[in-house]
């Protein structure tokens, strides 16, 4: 089974107004909910896709409840934590006349560590780990060190582990050597402290990285499409042009892709390939909305897969 871990999901509404007033009441005109998260969106890209995944992570309060009655309602399943501290909302605000969109975004509760022990517990617990993936940024009161003790959980059960983060979460987990990292460009660059810009540079920094025990960077470019340095291959995916409405989530699909490709056994083309597909079919959708099977479907045999 694949599990997906999100220590700091969010419950988006979408709100969408015709005209935002000042000093006037501003009426909404639709409100929608969101299950929100990194990890979430790796889940839900998987179900999309018409695989299966378990969502682990940290929900609180009523509106964690929501959250996971969502997922619950979306096809995907979870086994989350209850904290003390209430779920974050994200506003997403859309301002029709204006055409114009805003993305209010908390922090999210601080955790214990009574919640940090129930939720290592729990992952600990879990028999039939294939894959664990770990993404997003780490909560208020948990050390940055949290993904590092998790590889060591997931390499316990044998698990594929894919890790996608930055920053001091990512490199404190890199001496834990996850399986497959999947970077963007900016993210790649910042690890290597220095702008990664030919491909060359790309590979050359992937390497060192693989000299370290990573052995698979999956690094996602954008319009650029994906490359991935593995110890054995560098596959290189060049996504169709499309017309691109909003790429957030396009990463979270490119590992949701990905994972489930390597789940079915696939050889790493097609793996990067479908990877591809889902990333940039969800650049096509509005605002936070990922990937729809039909334009995957439509996407895959376009994407030209080259080796280096
Ligand atoms: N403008 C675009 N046109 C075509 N494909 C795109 C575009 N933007 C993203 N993609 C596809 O989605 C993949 C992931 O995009 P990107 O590199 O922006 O990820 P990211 O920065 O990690 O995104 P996020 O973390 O917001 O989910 C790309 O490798 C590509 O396949
Ligand atoms: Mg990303």
Redesign the pocket.
């Known amino acids: 089974m694949i599990y997906t871990v999100t220590l700091n999901p969010a419950l988006d509404r979408y709100i969408v107004v015709e005209r935002l007033l000042m000093e006037d009441t501003t009426r909404i005109l639709s409100e929608t909910p969101y299950a929100a998260g990194?990890g979430i969106d790796v889940s839900r890209v998987i179900r999309e896709l018409g695989g299966q995944s378990v969502a682990l992570g940290l929900v609180g309060g009523f509106d964690g409840m929501q959250l996971e009655g969502l997922l619950i309602n979306a096809g995907v399943m979870t086994d989350f934590t209850m904290i003390s501290g209430e779920t974050r909302t994200n506003i997403i605000l859309r301002e029709q006349a204006k055409n114009r969109q805003y993305a209010i975004s908390a922090a999210g509760p601080e955790i214990n560590a009574t919640e940090i022990g129930l939720f290592y517990q729990n992952v600990n617990q879990i028999r039939n780990m294939d894959y664990l993936i770990l993404s997003g940024s780490i909560p208020r009161g948990v050390t940055p060190n949290l993904y590092g003790q998790l590889i060591l959980a997931g390499k316990k059960k044998n698990a594929f582990i894919v890790l996608d983060t930055d920053g001091k979460a990512l490199h404190e987990a890199l001496d834990y050597q996850p399986s497959c990292i999947k970077p963007?460009?900016y993210e790649l660059s910042r690890l290597a402290q220095r702008d990664l810009q030919t491909e060359s540079d790309i590979i050359g920094f992937c390497e060192r990285l693989h000299d370290k025990g990573i052995p698979n960077i999956l690094v996602?470019?954008?319009?650029a499409?994906?490359l991935l340095s593995s110890t054995e291959q560098k596959i290189k995916?060049v996504?169709p042009p499309?017309e691109?409405d909003s790429?957030?989530?396009?990463?979270?699909?490119?590992v949701g892709g990905f994972v489930l490709a390597h789940s079915r056994g696939k050889d790493l083309a097609d793996c990067v390939r479908l990877a591809?597909a889902a990333?940039?079919a969800?650049?096509q959708t509005p605002g936070t909305e990922l990937c729809h099977r039909v334009d995957v479907e439509d996407t895959l045999p376009k994407v030209q897969i080259s080796t280096l």
Do not use: E, P, Q
């Open positions: 990194k963007n460009i996602s470019r954008g319009k499409g994906l995916a996504a499309v691109v790429a957030v989530g396009a990463g979270d699909s490119v591809c990333g940039t969800t650049a």
